[in-house]
């Protein structure tokens, strides 16, 4: 059964969007075979680039049956503009819709990926075979070294943005084409939608003053309680 699976999957056409990071991609796989590849500088403020792309891919194959995304973390902008897409076309094409998290999305076989988290910390993260098998966790400077230090001396440490503190790290970007092949995987796991992007910290209460001295929510316009927005890490 699962061989069956497997080559149906080999059989489908799979397009993969990532833009967590400041290169953007698109891939295109058929039967198996990448087709189509293309990378650009990921402009987070301007999606352009993204959308003339998709224009020429789905001009020149049609539509696909898988749509694969990667979901981070990395530039919140940048996956939410790539989830939205995505969340268009499989509404347009009626394609099975399935995320992935970016740094699972490296060409190589056995690697640790950091990266900025903001507020004085950095993630760290732990993949084999484009699996994680450890975080991403959270850590300040400080316990990121100890941790990188005790790693084996040749484990690859990837990043995707330049962190200097950090003297074994190697700037390496996630592939679209790594997650047009990993979404013909049958057995592995995918989030299916609702899409989100991946976030590192649970969101959090903004009080304002008059909150603090004796109101128990920040109402907004349309009288809900307001949550300031979750942490949204750049980089990896």
């Given at each position: 059964?699962?061989?069956?699976?497997?080559?149906?999957?080999?059989?489908?056409?799979?397009?993969?969007?990532?833009?967590?990071?400041?290169?953007?991609?698109?891939?295109?796989?058929?039967?198996?075979?990448?087709?189509?590849?293309?990378?650009?500088?990921?402009?987070?403020?301007?999606?352009?680039?993204?959308?003339?792309?998709?224009?020429n891919i789905t001009k020149k194959f049609g539509t696909a049956q898988i749509i694969v995304v990667g979901l981070?973390?990395?530039?919140?902008?940048?996956?939410?503009?790539?989830?939205?897409?995505?969340?268009?076309?499989?509404?347009?094409?009626?394609?099975?819709?399935?995320?992935?998290?970016?740094?699972?999305?490296?060409?190589?076989?056995?690697?640790?990926?950091?990266?900025?988290?903001?507020?004085?910390?950095?993630?760290?993260?732990?993949?084999?075979?484009?699996?994680?098998?450890?975080?991403?966790?959270?850590?300040?400077?400080?316990?990121?070294?100890?941790?990188?230090?005790?790693?084996?001396?040749?484990?690859?440490?990837?990043?995707?943005?330049?962190?200097?503190?950090?003297?074994?790290?190697?700037?390496?970007?996630?592939?679209?084409?790594?997650?047009?092949?990993?979404?013909?995987?049958?057995?592995?796991?995918?989030?299916?939608?609702?899409?989100?992007?991946?976030?590192?910290?649970?969101?959090?209460?903004?009080?304002?003053?008059?909150?603090?001295?004796?109101?128990?929510?920040?109402?907004?316009?349309?009288?809900?309680?307001?949550?300031?927005?979750?942490?949204?890490?750049?980089?990896?």
């Amino acid at each position: 059964m699962a061989g069956t699976i497997a080559r149906a999957k080999s059989r489908m056409k799979i397009l993969a969007l990532e833009l967590s990071t400041i290169r953007g991609s698109l891939a295109w796989l058929k039967d198996g075979v990448d087709l189509f590849l293309r990378e650009w500088s990921n402009d987070r403020k301007n999606s352009g680039a993204l959308f003339e792309n998709l224009d020429n891919i789905t001009k020149k194959f049609g539509t696909a049956q898988i749509i694969v995304v990667g979901l981070g973390p990395g530039s919140y902008a940048g996956t939410r503009i790539a989830i939205s897409a995505a969340i268009g076309l499989q509404v347009a094409s009626g394609a099975r819709l399935i995320g992935l998290p970016s740094i699972c999305a490296i060409e190589a076989a056995d690697y640790c990926a950091i990266g900025d988290a903001r507020r004085k910390s950095f993630f760290f993260a732990h993949i084999r075979a484009n699996e994680m098998v450890e975080g991403p966790t959270l850590f300040t400077e400080v316990e990121l070294k100890s941790k990188l230090a005790n790693l084996e001396g040749d484990m690859p440490i990837f990043c995707s943005e330049s962190l200097p503190q950090f003297d074994r790290a190697v700037i390496r970007y996630p592939s679209a084409v790594v997650l047009a092949r990993l979404a013909r995987d049958p057995d592995r796991s995918f989030s299916s939608p609702p899409l989100e992007p991946m976030y590192l910290r649970e969101p959090h209460v903004t009080m304002p003053k008059e909150a603090r001295s004796g109101n128990t929510g920040v109402q907004s316009a349309t009288g809900r309680t307001r949550c300031s927005e979750p942490v949204r890490p750049t980089g990896l």
